[in-house]
């Protein structure tokens, strides 16, 4: 008897151990959507396969791996693994999509790409694997032709597909950002990739010119100059030469696109006081969104444009308000601080990011729709200001005196990370990061 | 009897020709006399003329002197004008007693020039963000404005501009810097 038991509750055991660890073993989540930045995934980018031979071939093979891992840093959600500690190099495989996982898990890569360069006179192919080393299975391969000039584009249109595989979202490498800069002497626009590269000057207004904003289709930028001699609101297409002014008396400032309308909010003074309007796309006034008297300004739509958050006086110093378009109903968000300006709403819909100043030096905040909150994203390094989130919410821009002149810099969402992406001549400002690019 | 005849003869010759000679005499002085006077009255009536003269360059000179000391007078106002800025607190267009002291003269010049129009322009210091500042700054010369007009100042005459912080006078990072560029300031058409 004794013996028939001790057999039951073995088996039992085992028929428990067994379902449990069936239980255990979840799906696996690459990128915890409630704190992507809480852990960087280890990742491993050897330098990409040779297929082809010559100097050129090998310079790009190095310079594209190089150009991904910095891409898919940029994101914050990647630790890149150092060259130097892997044990396999793709270069000596026979075929480069042959990998052998124990290689790369045993260093603690948990997710490895892997390419091939072919170039064919002004032509190259490239042709990129993405592996999660652990589960050893190929989770996204393409392969892409063009001309050798376009390497960036191919790169990034990869790394889009590695960000969409992961979180389900095709992330921001389709994005640009526009600034404000003084390297000609005054303050212009200027536009360059979401990592930096290539900035280019937008505006030539020889006077002060200020306050970028896009469409959400990302083909007009409408900013605020002094070119006629006083603020006038001007609305540009950025490739045709085409758009609108709204020259008023008083000042027409701070524009902010409504979300997939050609409509635009801006604040205008010519009543006697600064008033938030809405306006079409060719520069006509609607209606008028704020009827408080006391400064009204710095509007920024909810992603589903039914919400505008703005900058508003009427309680004596500046707060941020929301505003429900439909009902008109106006209530107060900020109760923190004497001083809070420059809302930019997440396109994740859930937060807004500020500038709040306390004696004398701001910083940026982050706040709930709820109102919960506020946290303090940046502290004790200079003056931090003009928030403005990445198309997927996961990163902001802002500018920061951190290092004396005004650069721009970039963090993720929760403040981690945060470094300079770019400094040219003079002093930035005012970053205002585009929405996704289609066509990129 | 000869003797006296000719004693007679004698003084009666030579009397008269004596008051002749006397009589001619004082003739000869009295026209001196005359010519003197003559000279005398054209010295006066020259050195009249000299005075009067003198007296005319006097007033003209005092005349200039008023012209000059006028538009000097008129220059030290319009610079004043110019250059004497009203200034504000921190983060507030409201007008202080000695913002409003200087308000009072700018409205008294513009009504002593009444041909002047005028731009305001607000300024603000560097603390705070560019779009605020510029909002601010719009609010500052609207409050410099409205109270011109209370004082009887056309409003057609006088517009508005804001820089923000856009154009400080003084690029410092400290109270003495902020407070010079917290202004309003003037220009003449």
Known sequence: MTGCRIKIICLISIAFFLIGSGLCRAEYDYIDITNPFLRKIPIAIPIFKNMSSGVTTEQLSIKASDLLAETLAFTGYFKILDRGAFLADPQTDAVFSDINPQNWTSIGAELLVTGGVLIQDDRVEMEFRLYDTFKEKLLVGKRYKGLIKDQRKIVRRFCSEIIFILTGDKGIFNSEIAFVSTSSGNKEIYICEFDGYNPRQVTHTRNITLSPAWSSDGKWLAYTSYAKGKPDLYIKHLREKRGAVIAKKGINITPAWVPNKFALAATLSFSGDPEIYLLTGTGKVINRLTKRRGIDLSPSWSPDGKHMAFVSKRSGTPQLYIKNIASGQVRRLTFQGRYNTQPSWSPKGDRIAYAGMESGRNNIFVIGIDGQGPVQLTHDEGDNESPSWSPDGSLIAFSSTRLGPSRIYVMTAYGTDQRRLLAIKGEQTEPEWSPRMVNK | ?189
């Open chain 2, 1 to 189: 009897m000869r003797k006296k005849l000719w004693i007679n003869l004698a003084l009666v010759l030579v009397i008269p020709g004596l008051l002749f000679t006397v009589s001619c005499a004082k003739k000869t002085v009295k026209a001196d006399t005359t010519l003197t006077q003559q000279a005398e009255d054209d010295a006066a009536a020259a050195a009249a003329e000299k005075a009067k003269q003198e007296e005319l360059a006097r007033q003209r000179a005092l005349e200039e002197q008023r012209i000059e000391e006028e538009a000097a007078r008129k220059l030290a106002a319009r610079n004043m004008f110019l250059n004497e800025d009203i200034y504000f607190e921190f983060d507030s267009a409201a007008l202080l007693a000695e913002a409003q002291a200087i308000l009072k003269k700018k409205a008294e010049w513009l009504q002593n020039n009444s041909n002047a129009t005028a731009t305001i322009e607000g300024h603000c210091d560097d603390r705070g963000t560019n779009e605020y500042n510029l909002a601010l700054g719009d609010t500052r010369a609207a409050s410099a404005k409205t109270f011109l007009m209370d004082l009887g100042i056309a409003g057609a005459r006088l517009s508005c501009i804001s820089y923000g912080e856009e154009r400080p006078v003084d690029p410092g990072h400290n109270e003495e810097a902020w407070a010079k560029n917290r202004r309003g300031h003037f220009i003449i058409d």
